[in-house]
């Protein structure tokens, strides 16, 4: 089922409307949607590294206002809505860890290491922020800096190294920003504990 899903979501980026999907699925993807846009994102900005910006841009919009519609699923209807999804994707003990332990430190460094590496998933990020009660405004600007970093990050090498950094940022830039969010992790573990 996830390998068609995948397959289907890539077929998108060869239709017309590919900008339009692009912004569908970078929308649901904040909120409730369990594939990354940059599967749609990456073909895209491939077969036309001239509008690599403009698609970083359109994805980093529409994540961001998906990731305000999570923070209000989280906010206002946890029990009815945010429940059933992260139950429905296997989070929901994990959530419930996170939500406990969580603050708006916490948040930050989540939303950076989910910007970065899609750990944890942007859609938990989303809707926990709305569950602990997170400011929407800084939660805003977090989002921005967070989203639009990757997605500019990644126009910025598709543009730069074209098709040779796209297997490198499948199979090796995943690992990597893993890594480094780990790192974070365990350095936010180690001063809040350390205080």
């Not at 940059?38 to 919009?61: E, K, N």
């Not at 206002?65 to 699923?73: P, V």
């Not at 992260?86 to 290491?113: A, H």
């Not at 040779?164 to 690992?175: D, N, S, T, Y």
Request: charged share 15%; proline share 4%.
């Amino acid at each position: 089922m996830l390998r068609g899903l995948y397959d289907w979501t890539l077929s998108l980026a060869a239709r017309k409307s590919a900008e339009w999907w692009l912004a569908f699925i970078a929308f649901v993807e904040s909120s409730v949607f369990l594939v990354p846009a940059d599967v749609l994102y990456l073909p895209m900005a491939l077969s036309r590294p001239d509008r690599a910006y403009r698609y970083a841009l359109i994805a980093t919009v529409a994540s961001v206002l998906g990731g305000i519609a999570g923070w209000f699923i989280g906010h206002y209807a946890y029990d009815a809505v945010a429940r059933p999804i992260l139950e429905f994707y296997g989070k929901y003990d994990e959530f419930e860890q996170l939500r406990i332990s969580s603050g708006v430190g916490f948040i930050i460094l989540m939303l950076i290491t989910s910007g970065a590496a899609h750990l944890p998933p942007i859609k938990v990020v989303t809707i926990l922020s709305g569950v602990i009660g997170v400011n929407l405004a800084l939660f805003i600007i977090l989002a921005i800096v967070a989203r639009g970093g990757r997605f500019l990050l990644l126009a910025w090498l598709l543009r730069r190294y074209g098709e040779p950094i796209r297997e490198f940022i499948e199979k090796r830039l995943g690992m990597i920003a893993g890594a480094a969010a780990a790192a974070l992790i365990l350095l936010y573990i180690l001063i809040k504990y350390a205080l």
